[in-house]
């Protein structure tokens, strides 16, 4: 007790959850009265999960001591045993399992419900739970076993629980084979349930096992921009299930859609059709190709110049004629009143108001970045949209970037290298990303789309430039080469590191990499080093072992361990010499990690010298 108060740590606590595990182990029955002692012991902490498990594991009279937990009026201990003997998958505790089944609390009932759902979801005795009087034990059975009794699940699909026949549908649309005329009538009149959750799952299982006859019905939905929030983006998942043409055209249609979820959905569903069918004729693919070019979604008209109109406040603002005989305001003096505090205090002060005739002072820049500070109305929190407002026409065009690096065809790569032409700075990074992975998946990027990642490599925009260097680091000629090796010089750390990276991939590490060992950027220098060791240069081993004791030694570690991959004698014939010079002994720490790095193992064992 004094060790627990004083340090926290419970060892007599310790010592019995290892002893209990360990009895489990070795299966040691004889045990089980022990641990129950254990577990029942009121001075004690709670053992009970521990135990429960170490008991399960204790074959026959472990499975009878947990049935025994089953009759307690604790809920908390009654779910914990059932759980237990659910997963325990031996026929000694089927009994126990079916009490626990009709257990009069429902949690218990839940979680047997579905520790035998993990262990066999076909299980006859989950059949008697279809018809549980709680409905969520209901919807979990029908939702994990439904497809294992569609009879059963079919008359699910009439309940007047709600959950229950979401459960149902999901069964449905996963499995629309085996379900008949009548369960697909069910699923069509579910279509105009007022709960959203019922009509989007009735949507999804109705055009899997009808598709024919949804389409023009998921039309109609996509075209009622009154329906509720689930409702549409779920018609749009059940089109992008069918591969006919028409289906496409429904999603295409929604592209200008106001909505920016139900758009991502129509692109994110049409480049799933796409990826269906990759070779030959593909209406999804067309079409976002054709949503790529901004052929679906035209940009908005700009509106017409208005009317030039006096405002209010000019037209108060107009000098106002006496009657007739009177005089205007012009013909009237007023009295210079001063318009400031400040010009209150100075009126008279000649020396004053000649400092406040004389020119302003020049500000500097950082004067302007507070002023407009200043001026902003508010300083405090600001609201972000949690949709971005973006226009449709943008959008759509951006997407479809995005989702066409997928498809790995050469017209598409052509498509994407148009597209980084347009004046649309987010269009072409899309694209850029789309042509890079279209490149590291095998498709050889020829004419204008070798051209674009060319001209990328000097985009002024890095995650541009990041692209152009994936895409490059798959071409092995001398543009790309060069355009690689410009980018050594690049003012971004990040962007130097790739690109030593993708010269290495094509064997390019000439002098001009192996000078970058000397960068300025940690990162960079390690890259280089990795592209050296690879590189089979025959100077590799020795610039390896001055970059081990470059920058006080920083990357002597990972030296260590390329060094390893070179000539581990000639290495640790180096590392020693320098162990043996006293005049280097400052530096002796270096030699010394270095070595470890080279004779060592993961496990801190060191490698036995050759035979």
């Known amino acids: 007790e004094d060790a627990f108060y004083q340090d926290g740590w419970d060892d007599w606590l310790d010592v019995q959850l290892a002893a209990i595990d360990g009895l489990a182990a070795f299966g040691a029955e004889e045990a089980v009265p022990d641990i129950e002692a254990a577990i029942g ?8 999960e521990y135990g429960f498990r170490a008991l399960g594991r204790l074959g026959v009279p472990g499975i009878a001591a947990l049935g025994r937990y089953l009759e307690t009026p604790n809920e908390r201990t009654r779910r914990r045993a059932a759980a237990i003997l659910a997963g325990i998958g031996d026929e000694a505790a089927a009994p126990a399992v079916a009490r626990a089944l009709a257990d009069p609390s429902a949690d218990v009932r839940l979680a047997t419900v579905q520790a035998v759902i993990k262990r066999d979801p076909r299980s006859a005795a989950l059949r008697p739970l279809f018809e549980d009087p709680h409905s969520a034990i209901r919807a979990e059975v029908v939702r994990h076993c439904g497809h294992a009794h569609p009879e059963l699940t079919s008359a699910a699909l009439t309940e007047s629980s709600a959950r229950v026949v979401v459960a149902a549908l999901e069964v449905m649309a996963r499995h629309a084979a085996a379900f ?3 369960d697909i009538e069910v699923a069509e009149a579910r279509l105009g349930e007022p709960a959203p959750e019922v009509k989007a799952a009735a949507i999804a299982a109705f055009a899997a096992a009808a598709p024919d006859r949804a389409l023009p019905i998921l039309r109609d939905l996509l075209a009622d921009t009154g329906q509720m929030q689930a409702v549409r983006p779920a018609a749009v998942q059940a089109l992008g299930r069918m591969a006919a043409g028409e289906a496409v055209a429904a999603l295409a249609a929604c592209l200008g859609d106001g909505d920016r979820q139900l758009r991502l959905e129509a692109i994110g569903a049409m480049g799933r059709l796409a990826r269906q069918d990759p070779g030959g004729e ?24 208005p009317p030039e109109t006096v405002a209010d406040d000019e037209e108060q603002a107009q000098p106002m004629a006496a009657e007739e005989g009177g005089e205007t305001e012009d013909d009237v003096t007023a009295p210079a009143f001063p318009t400031s505090t400040l010009a209150a205090l100075t009126s008279g002060d000649q020396e004053a108001e000649e400092l406040l005739a004389a020119e302003p002072p ?14 902003q109305r508010k300083l405090g929190k600001k609201r972000v949209a949690v949709t971005p407002q973006v226009a449709p026409h943008l959008d759509v065009r951006r997407f479809a970037a995005r989702v066409l690096g997928d498809l790995f065809r050469p017209e598409v790569a052509e498509a994407l290298a148009e597209a980084m032409a347009v004046g649309d700075a987010e269009l072409r ?20 789309a070798s051209r674009a990642m060319l001209d990328a490599a000097a985009d002024e925009e890095p995650h541009v430039r990041l692209s152009a260097i994936r895409a490059l680091a798959t071409v092995d ?10 980018l050594l010089r690049d003012a971004d750390g990040t962007i130097r590191t790739a690109a030593i990276t993708a010269l290495a991939t094509t064997s390019r590490v000439d002098d001009q990499v192996v000078a970058c060992l000397d960068d300025g950027d940690p990162s960079v220098r390690q890259a280089a080093a990795k592209a050296l060791a690879g590189s089979g240069r025959t100077d590799a081993l020795d610039r390896l072992v001055d970059f081990a004791f470059a920058e006080e030694g920083y990357h002597r570690r990972q030296a260590g361990a390329l060094l390893r991959s070179l000539d581990l004698s000639r290495a640790n014939a180096r590392m020693l010499a320098v162990l043996r010079d006293d005049q280097r002994r400052r530096v002796w720490a270096v030699p010394i990690e270095v070595l470890e790095e080279l004779n060592g193992t993961a496990d801190g064992k060191l490698i036995p010298p050759a035979a």
Do not use: C, I, K
């Open 41 to 48: 012991d009121e001075f004690g902490q709670d053992l009970t």
């Open 180 to 182: 008949g005329g009548r």
């Open 282 to 305: 593909n209406p999804a693919r067309e079409t976002l190709l054709a949503a790529l070019r901004g052929e679906l979604v035209a940009p908005p008209e700009a509106p017409d110049d």
């Open 362 to 375: 020049e500000l500097t820049e950082e004067d302007r970045e507070y002023m407009d500070l200043a001026g």
């Open 429 to 448: 990074l899309a694209a850029a990303d789309s042509l890079a992975h279209l490149a590291e998946n095998g498709v050889v990027l020829r004419g204008t």
């Open 477 to 486: 000629d001398g543009e790309a080469g060069t355009a690689l090796t410009a």
